[in-house]
Every structure is written in structure tokens, then in C-alpha cells.
């Protein structure tokens, strides 16, 4: 059984709709990057699984029930984009008072504010907490009662960078328990390598849905061999034919080839062959290209403009 299932749901309000005929699963352990343009249904999708929307049409199961049975709302942590808490009550009252909410103990609220990097300042009221700091809490307080579906929305909005590696160490840790996971993100090179799959949204409907290596073999986009060191770069003109692929200069002494077609392996062979280059990187299509990619087939900017 497939934590969520939502089969052909629709979602309107009053004339505008702003879900078109949505198919989309989530299994258990699994990691989903839900990705679009402001507007493209992310949030929807999100709070129909929370029960938070009914469906206009189609039906959403999560763990094979309604989203809004109570037995299910216990196995779900969430974090919105916008966290917001009394501000005069301290980070220690705050998680205590979701805990209580939640069932949780106060044990598991000590063990999450050391987690989330927010014990020295528990006793801190919370309007004292910077931005980062409020989102940490956040954080904590969607792992209250050990959640078997997380639902996170920007969960790395103001963390630093060695935040941010700590959130995705513990959302792989998590994952590794059998935690599934929606993340919806702006991000996309910090998510990259934490999500199984990536569903990507505009205007309300499915765009591309699969894994990454699964959306680089539909895009077609090259992997980029880039060369350092040749020996015979010095010679070379702006260009080198290896293979019947055009390279382009790349920097003082190096070369970079577009393999296309599953030519990688060959083209590399040929590339050693030929001469001893001092270092060599392999760079698939990242997330954010394939993003561009699938964006510019429906005419849509990065920014999510219609062209």
C-alpha cells in the first residue's frame, strides 16, 4: 500500500482551478521533490493531503484512508513555509505545548530541540529567535511523535549551510527508518541528491514525474566531460571534434564535451586515449538544468512567467 495515492484530483476555487486532473503516489521511505513556479499547485497538493482541502474531483488517500480521519493526522508532521509561534513564549514551552498536542513526551522534546541545534537557546523566548532559529523549531515540531509522512514546504528557508546539511543528514536518516517525505523547494542543487523521485508542477498540472536518471533519459540533455590539463591544448583551436562531438575550449589548458546518446564511456576512452589530462569531472544534467528543460517545453521561465 502506497502512503498517499491521488487519483485524478482536480482542485477549484470558485471558476479558477488550480489542479488539473493530478495522478500522483508516494510510497513508504520515499523521498518526492515536488517542484514548480509560484502558483503551479505545490501548497494545494499539500494541504489536500493534510486534509486541510476536500478534493474538488478524484480522491486523495493517505496510508489508504481519508486524509481527514484523526488515526492518520497522528502519523503526519508538517512544515509550512511561514512557521509562526507565540513569540513571548520560550522554544522549550513551544515544543512542550505541540508535544502535548501531539502525545508526545517531553523526553522526545529535549532529544529534538539537541537535534535541531536549539538547546543552548530553549529557554529563550522565541521572538528572540532569528529566522533560521524559528525554522529549526519548525522543524522540531513537525518530528514531534515520530511522523511516518513528513510534509516539508522550503524547510531550508533561512538556515546557513551547515544547517542546511544537518536538515538533509537527519531527512536521510529519517528515510532510512522508513519516514516518507514530501519536499517542496525552490533549492533545487541543495535537494538534489536527498529525493528518490522529483514531480515537477506548472499551472496546475503534472509536468514530468520520475527519478532523476529517469528524467535525464526523456530530456535527452548531455552529460558534460570537462578536461583539465591536456597537454595538446595549447595547439588546439577553439574547437576539437572527438568522435564526431564538438568541444569547446574550457579554461587555459582544457577541453569540455557534450556526450549525448550514452556516448559518455566512449567519449572519455577516447578523450584518455588521446592525450593524459591532469583531472577530468563528469557533470550529468543537474536537477535545476532538467527544471529549465521541462519549464521551456510548456513555454515557462524559470520564474514561472508564461513566455
Known sequence: MNVIDIEGVSQRYGQTTVLHDLNLSLGEGEVL?????????????????????EASDGQV??????PSDPHVRRLLGYLPENVTFYPQMSGLETLRHFARLKGASNAQVDQLLEEVGLAA??????????????QRLGLAQALLGEPRLLLLDEPTVGLDPIATQDL??????????????????????????????????????????????KLREDAGLPTLIR?????????????????????????????EVAALNGSKLRLLRQL????????????????????????GQVGVHAKGETA
Not at 494541504?47 to 486541510?52: A, C, I
Not at 488517500?61 to 481519508?66: A, D, I, L, S
Not at 584518455?272 to 589530462?277: G, I, Q, R, S, V
Open 33 to 53: 521533490g515536488l517542484f514548480g513556479h509560484n502558483g503551479a499547485g505545490k501548497t494545494t497538493s499539500m494541504k489536500l493531503v493534510l486534509g486541510l482541502l
Open 168 to 213: 538533509y543528514r537527519l531527512l536521510d536518516r529519517l528515510r532510512g527508518q522508513g519516514t516518507s517525505i514530501i519536499i517542496c523547494s525552490h533549492v533545487l542543487p541543495g535537494v538534489e541528491a536527498h529525493i528518490n523521485r522529483a514531480a515537477i508542477l506548472t499551472q496546475g498540472r503534472l509536468l514530468a514525474l520520475g527519478s532523476l536518471r
Open 272 to 295: 584518455l586515449n588521446e592525450d593524459d589530462p591532469s583531472d577530468v569531472e563528469i557533470a550529468p544534467p543537474s536537477l535545476e538544468d532538467l527544471y529549465r528543460y521541462y519549464m
Open 121 to 134: 537557546a530553549a529557554r529563550r523566548r522565541v521572538k528572540t529567535y532569528s529566522k533560521g532559529m524559528r
Open 227 to 255: 578536461a583539465n590539463g591536456l597537454k595538446r591544448a595549447g595547439s588546439l583551436q577553439t574547437s576539437w571534434n572527438i568522435d564526431g562531438h564538438v568541444t569547446q575550449r574550457w579554461g587555459v589548458e582544457g577541453l
Open 61 to 66: 488517500r493517505v496510508f489508504g484512508r481519508q
